[in-house]
């Protein structure tokens, strides 16, 4: 069965701090697909990152960074030097298939991260 | 190049009623896949359509029905409305219905039924 696990309810933390965010699937399949989205107040889940379980290679977007490790079932998400503005919910997800149609995205229950100045 | 878009933006119903949410794609995506987003919670698909086709269903009775016009612009009804419907609604758009292809999502609609 298809699942997703983020532990982490809720973070604190203060401008600056690094945080991370964590993510643990499962899954049958040996093609799949991780995301992470965040969701502000407003409501709208903004699409972060998306990849593919053939690569593993971590991926660094300005002060946003990710780590794939298959090993582990494990697709964590750091911020380098937070600041006020990522304050909102993260949400990790999946899909599996490749190419496969009407496949949906399986969500974690997200964390929601509080930065304070 | 415009967003998902999702309307309206609140609404309220009476148990019992029925509800009928809009969505429009994004610009050249043909999939609109719909999700139930309870408070505190992450979203749960409800389901897909690609080409004006329903695509694929999650776990939610017959009374959640859906429309996708030529246009690729989506409509997600709800018939005898139920407290627990009280949720966010989101809608996003795909290039396609492949799992390769990223959800682009809207602004959602909540609904709260009394």
Redesign the interface.
């Known amino acids: 069965a298809q699942k997703?696990t983020q532990a982490q309810t809720e973070i604190s933390v203060v401008e600056k701090e690094d945080v991370t965010l964590d993510c643990v699937y499962e899954t049958r399949d040996t093609t799949?697909?991780l995301?992470w989205?965040k969701q502000p107040p407003?409501?709208?889940?903004?699409?972060l990152i998306?990849r593919?379980s053939f690569d593993e290679q971590n991926e660094i977007s300005g002060r946003y960074s990710w780590n794939f490790q298959k090993s582990t079932s494990s697709f964590n998400f750091t911020i380098t030097a937070s600041q006020v503005v990522d304050s909102a919910v993260y949400?990790c997800?999946l899909?599996?298939?490749?190419?496969?149609?009407?496949?949906?995205?399986?969500?974690?229950?997200?964390t929601t991260l509080s930065v304070s100045s | 190049e415009t967003g998902v878009t999702q309307s309206p933006t609140h609404l309220i119903k009476t148990r019992g009623q029925q509800v009928t949410l809009r969505c429009s794609s994004q610009s050249g995506h043909n999939t609109v896949?719909w999700?139930q987003q309870a408070l505190?919670?992450?979203?749960?698909?409800i389901f897909?359509y690609?080409r004006e086709e329903e695509?694929?269903r999650?776990n939610f009775p017959p009374r959640f029905s859906g429309l996708q016009f030529p246009n690729y612009s989506s409509e997600l009804n709800v018939n005898a409305l139920e407290l627990d419907d009280s949720a966010?609604y989101?809608c996003?758009s795909s290039l396609a219905?492949?799992?390769?292809d990223?959800?682009?999502?809207?602004?959602?609609t909540?609904l709260t039924v009394l």
């Open positions: 997703v799949y697909y995301f989205y407003s409501g709208e889940l903004v699409f998306r593919n949400f997800a899909s599996e298939g490749w190419g496969q149609a009407g496949t949906a995205l399986i969500f974690g229950k997200g | 896949s999700y505190g919670q992450g979203p749960q698909f897909q690609y695509n694929g999650g966010l989101l996003a219905a492949a799992s390769t990223t959800q682009y999502f809207g602004p959602g909540r």
